[in-house]
């Protein structure tokens, strides 16, 4: 009987497996069509006229809302998968976070320096626009967003569901493999060279302490850091 219920625990999960990849796979094939055609995604929405859009919120919102709900269908009776627990220890957690990222850091230094058709930061929509007033409300309401809500989705289903899945491949092939997927994900092609090594980083990040809310820290921070770059510089 424990064989059993063993190999249909196999099963399951490698059904849940088929499912994240034939959706990530999806979220990567409309961002790459989206970046192709012109048009705009959610994980671009930095440009002048989106960042100050209650329209880029409101649709960002909905988005997101949809992604979350297919993340925890896939999950469903095994939300343990999504790493929703505390590090085992707040303060090596935190060290590690900050080693995270200050090699993207380097990283970003490096690649800026790169003869690159387009930068990363200028692809994925990081440009100086001038600061608006009077559209701080809704500035405000897209940085709650791509700050705050992005990471939270995106690391339960990266670091979460997807890392939890890969585990039987082994510790190092379900890191690297989550950090692949993620820079795919986003639909970029210069801005891989940081995504992925950032996808890395932060799989590393929660296979050390068997957390997601590092990892959700650390994006949170990137993220945030984009935006208000966006208006400060």
């Known amino acids: 009987m424990e064989v059993e219920a063993a190999q249909s625990r196999r099963q399951t999960s490698h059904v849940r497996l088929i499912f994240w990849t034939v959706f990530v796979g999806l979220i990567a094939a409309i961002n790459y069509y989206s970046r192709f055609s012109g048009g705009s995604s959610v994980s671009r929405g930095n440009s002048q006229d989106e960042i100050y859009s209650w329209t880029t919120f409101a649709g960002g919102t909905v988005l997101y809302a949809v992604w979350l709900g297919i ?26 976070g900050l080693g995270a990222v200050g090699g993207i850091f380097v990283l970003e230094a490096v690649v800026s320096y790169l003869p690159l058709p387009e930068s990363p ?9 001038p600061w608006e007033p009077a559209h701080a409300g809704a500035f ?27 585990r039987f491949l082994g510790r190092i092939p379900s890191i690297v493999l989550v ?21 890395i980083a932060l799989a590393w990040l929660r296979d050390r302490t068997n957390s997601v809310y590092p990892g959700m820290l650390v994006h949170a921070l990137f993220n945030a850091a984009a935006l208000a770059f966006i208006v400060v510089r």
């Open 71 to 96: 993340i925890l269908l896939i999950c469903v009776d095994r939300f343990d998968l999504l790493a929703l627990r505390p590090p085992r220890r707040w303060g090596r957690a935190l060290w590690l």
């Open 179 to 199: 950090g692949i997927a993620f820079g795919l994900a986003h639909g970029l092609v210069e801005a891989l060279l940081v995504l992925v090594p950032f996808g």
């Open 121 to 129: 930061g200028k692809e994925q929509g990081i440009t100086n626009v």
């Open 140 to 166: 405000a309401a897209n940085f709650v967003l791509f700050a705050a809500f992005a990471p939270f989705v995106e690391e339960l289903t990266f670091r979460g569901a997807g890392q939890s899945l890969l």
